[in-house]
């Protein structure tokens, strides 16, 4: 008995999920959420070889922008480099002179002469100097307006610069950040890690995902009078989940509307070199501000990434952000708490490095490359039409075509008996639907409330990724389980 | 007028110092603090050609931890893995495969059967499921005692892997970790960071560092009374930046304690590898909690990472942790937390790999590695000594000999008109004197008061990494400055 009563007293103190960092629970990552905990068990059947009455015999992992992990190729160029960077040794073997690139051999030599301890040590907390400059070099050159080095910071992937700023940014319960609705769940997640207000605005969907400008104004009061800061505004362009890219009078609109509350405007850029709509180029958040007259005052990070575009180097972890209009105070304390994490992983760095400054026409390795990122963007757009094209032939369903990054997020409307039975099995409708597709496909795709949707409509967001060989048999597989699904329910 | 106003109205609402998030601000991190602010000037100005009249025409960084900064060489073996593994094609090329060890390509091509789409795909956020199962089967090897590749999560870096736990276990300012005086300013920073309390318990130095037992229950009782609930205890053993190596019995005490008042046991094991003194070999905090008999309850972490031990593979930021005894829901919210973040650099976690799977006698690489590892642990054990035989010859000071880790940590009576002098110039005295050495001898070391020190002590840190055929000069130039320094303020 009083055994019993001391493990009863004692036993709340261990660690639980009701004494951890509340804060974390809250969070929801839906990328890698219920789904895809569901599609690890079935992958752990597949390769046990249970697959046997399934119908597939692998999973179609359409829920998260990872190419290489759905076969695109990484560049020759890219990867001889970080070879040599990995082991300047090589570089004593003359057979490396016949097989690699004589400019992939330069660039690793300019590396090694910049950074003569290589890799292996930690660079400068806000990256190394070289690849900084070179990253400022590719702004400059993009944008036709001046960069700084020691404006841009080199981080583990574009997550961690996020993370970095709503750091800077978010001082608690009563400071928000307007995030578009869909959007990608890192923010919604890294703000309720934050215990922050998550200050959600719909894009408009039957306007190809437009920003809305009058719904932005009135979160922002709606906010304010609550008794909220809005601190800052995330634009997505090219969007994610949503494929459309930014008009240029939208993007004034909104460095308009973030100078005037004194907004940070975090502009999400990941998907700039994915662009397949030639009337709407991709112009960056800096260059329509520095090009306005006057140049309205304003806060702007820029985040940019190797995991996207068509390199798809997601395991290297490279990304940067770029401050622009940040007073120097302010930059310190970021440069500080950088440090704190020492740095960023250097092949991560140094292969952003090779991203923002590819083979020029008339060096050896610039045929190979144009050859390989024209295989890979105009792969993407053909994929991206494939899928859309079919999606748009499903009863009920959507589809804005895609005009940049590389999802499709379809818009379903689910028969009231579907809406019934997800309602009986607790689960959201569109994570019923995806669960099924799923179990009957094996093709993974995020349910849309993993991203957040216009109430009472449900999507689901799907890469477009696959690659051109299976494309077919990928959407021929989706078209039967529609059909097969809209069929039990009707 | 009215303009005036509205720009006064307006002006403080643009971000500032003042209103970002305070707890940013309050964070110090002192391995990359002043000092190194200042040494980063004078290293421009040596670039720049002005080091003239110093005496000295480059700086050597004995601030912080970075072995390959100092001409330490990367291990043969590791490198021609992640080569190959950043460009498989190096495989095809029979004169480039005459570069490689046939265990380095066995080893790389069974990391590529493993993980197909190479080390460009995003990884499962966990970490790649053959690397925590080599992970596993090395801790499990290491202590004689079972270990799970679930329970261990691949991080950018040991850091990564602390943020992770202080963000599952930290509820706000009025949760608390208990922290040795003096530590790695990771933990002080990254506690501020989330506005927690910092419990700091001195270590015994006239004790050779040793865990003040009684202190740790005092300062415990001390928070609780105090409205504090104390979550954890971090250890660093090896300690850092005291170089000593924790005895059994003192280990098994703090298990009890930790046990005792449901603390989780943070273990920084990061310098297992870097071991001095036979007399005292490493022992894991798993490994005595495991043979403790009966074993007491408890929920351990232990962290480790490629940066240190005789790799020194800092700049790949390849890290872990291994949970023990944590319950599933809270490991599911950590596998949560960390998915937030996609996943860790894949090239880090092939070279954590590697690190805990090295080439077994018999390999073809074996001799070699054996070669280059003791090489570099032999070279350390006689810089420390010669250091640390400098040290304690000069007027004042005393350290004690390192045991473990890659640091000395004198302590330094400083006259009374240097403690003035610094007084006067604003800084504390341990700055003072450690800005004093680098303008006199561009010798970069931080100062105590980084890592916290008992009241009225005076240390510094220095690492014991200068290449040993520079480590005479140093301690000369060392002992010469700090001759005249005394003599300055006798």
Redesign the interface.
């Known amino acids: 008995m009083r055994l019993q009563l001391r493990r009863l007293c004692?036993a709340p103190?261990?660690?639980?999920?009701h004494t951890?960092?509340?804060a974390?629970?809250t969070?929801q990552?839906a990328?890698?959420?219920e789904l895809i905990l569901r599609a690890a068990k079935l992958q752990e059947e597949l390769r046990a070889g249970g697959g046997g009455g399934k119908g597939f015999d692998r999973l179609v992992e359409c829920n998260?922008g990872?190419?290489?992990?759905l076969?695109q190729q990484?560049l020759?160029f890219n990867?001889?480099v970080?070879?040599?960077?990995?082991?300047p040794?090589?570089l004593q073997?003359?057979?490396?002179r016949?097989?690699f690139g004589a400019d992939a051999i330069a660039r690793a030599e300019e590396y090694l002469r910049s950074i003569p301890?290589?890799?292996?040590?930690?660079?400068e907390?806000q990256g190394f100097r070289l690849v900084r400059q070179q990253v400022a070099d590719f702004i400059a050159a993009r944008d036709g307006v001046p960069a700084q080095r020691d404006d841009i910071f080199l981080t583990?992937?574009a997550?961690?610069a996020v993370?970095f700023i709503f750091?800077?940014?978010?001082?608690g319960a009563s400071d928000g950040v307007l995030v578009p609705i869909p959007q990608y769940p890192?923010y919604s997640?890294?703000l309720a890690?934050a215990s922050a207000q998550m200050l959600g605005y719909e894009l408009d969907e039957a306007n190809g995902w437009a920003m809305p400008l009058d719904e932005l104004e009135k979160k922002h009061a709606a906010a304010v009078a609550a008794g909220v800061t809005p601190r800052a505004l995330v634009v997505i362009n090219p969007g994610n989940p949503t494929g459309n890219t930014l008009p240029r009078d939208n993007m004034e609109a909104v460095v308009r509307f973030c100078s005037k509350h004194?907004l940070?405007l975090m502009a999400d850029e990941v998907y700039q070199e994915n662009i397949y709509d030639d009337a709407l180029p991709f112009h960056s958040f800096k260059k329509v501000l520095k090009q306005m007259t006057p140049e309205p005052?304003l806060?702007l990070v820029s985040f940019h990434s190797t995991?996207k575009g068509f390199l798809?180097?997601?395991?290297?972890?490279g990304g940067y952000m770029e401050l622009c209009g940040?007073?120097p105070?302010?930059q310190a304390?970021l440069l500080?708490?950088v440090?704190?994490?020492?740095?960023?992983?250097?092949?991560?760095q140094i292969g952003l490095g090779l991203m923002v400054q590819p083979p020029k026409p008339g060096d050896a390795s610039y045929a190979t490359y144009a050859a390989e990122k024209d295989g890979i963007l105009q792969s993407l757009k053909r994929r991206a039409t494939k899928l859309v094209s079919a999606l748009n032939e499903l009863e009920g369903v959507t589809c804005n075509q895609p005009q940049g990054a590389m999802y499709a997020f379809p818009s379903i409307t689910l028969p009231p008996k579907a809406v019934a039975a997800a309602e009986a099995a607790g689960k959201v409708p569109d994570t019923f639907y995806a669960l099924a597709l799923l179990e009957a496909t094996g093709i993974v795709v995020v349910p849309g409330s993993g991203f957040g949707q216009k109430e009472n409509t449900w999507h689901f967001r799907t890469t477009f990724l696959p690659p051109e060989d299976e494309m077919e048999a990928v959407v021929g597989r989706m078209t039967a389980f529609h059909r097969d699904f809209m069929q039990q329910y009707s």
Chains 1, 2 share one sequence.
């Open positions: 004692s103190a261990r660690l639980s999920v951890i960092n509340q974390v629970r969070a990552y990328v890698r959420g998260i990872n190419p290489q992990a076969r990484p020759s990867r001889q970080l070879a040599i960077l990995a082991m040794a090589l073997n003359p057979a490396l016949t097989s301890a290589g890799v292996g040590a930690y660079s907390s583990d992937g997550s961690k993370e750091k800077i940014l978010l001082r890192l997640a890294t890690l004194h940070v005052p806060q995991s798809g180097e997601c395991g290297l972890r940040f007073d105070e302010v304390q500080k708490l440090s704190i994490g020492l740095c960023s992983n250097t092949m991560g």
